[in-house]
């Protein structure tokens, strides 16, 4: 009873259900050799919808305007005047490094020539980090750098050294 339940010609398929399987292999094969005489056509298209249109650049971007033109407006064969007839514009997605300066605060000290009495001179502006050598920006930018765009400080400090500033790890962290 094993070797008929579980034997060899229990694995073999009534011949009806073999020719009905392939048949039905037959037309999901026809169906993709259609699909494929589309499907060139429609990549073309694609294609160069892709390419006609890449995205335009936000507007509130500055603009650098730079003209390109020949020199002079005359033809040489005939001397006779060169006009416009329209022009091609191209934009291009371009960055400033931000750049590192050195802030110079100077602040005179004045005295009276007659009184001898004492100087005035104004007083000096107030510091995040009283004696230190960061401003404002440099502490915020390092604050964003680290917590929302997710930049060691190691690396920081290797971005400030290519700059020729050398800042310490622990300068930056402190």
């Known amino acids: 009873m094993q070797r008929h339940r579980f034997g060899r010609r229990a694995e073999s398929l009534p011949e009806d259900q073999l020719l009905l399987g392939l048949e039905e292999a037959e037309q999901v ?3 993709g050799f259609a699909a494929e005489e589309v499907e060139p056509a429609r990549r073309a298209a694609r294609r160069a919808e892709r390419h006609t ?13 730079t003209l390109v033109d020949i020199d002079g407006t005359a033809r040489p064969c005939c001397s006779g005047a060169r006009h416009k007839i ?10 400033v490094p931000a750049p590192i300066r050195a802030l110079v605060i100077r ?36 604050l964003v750098s680290k917590y929302a765009d997710h930049l060691p400080l190691y690396r ?3 971005i400030f050294a290519r700059q020729g500033v050398l800042l310490d790890r622990s300068t930056l962290a402190n």
């Open 156 to 158: 920081q400090a290797q």
């Open 86 to 95: 329209g022009e091609d514009v191209s934009e291009r997605l371009d960055v």
């Open 53 to 65: 249109n890449r995205g335009a650049l936000p507007a509130h971007l500055p603009r650098v305007e």
């Open 107 to 142: 602040r005179p000290r004045n005295a009276c020539r007659t009184c001898e009495d004492g100087f005035v001179q104004a007083p000096a502006p107030a510091r995040l980090i009283e004696g230190g050598l960061p401003t404002d920006a440099l502490v915020a930018q390092v």
């Open 29 to 31: 094969e026809a169906a």
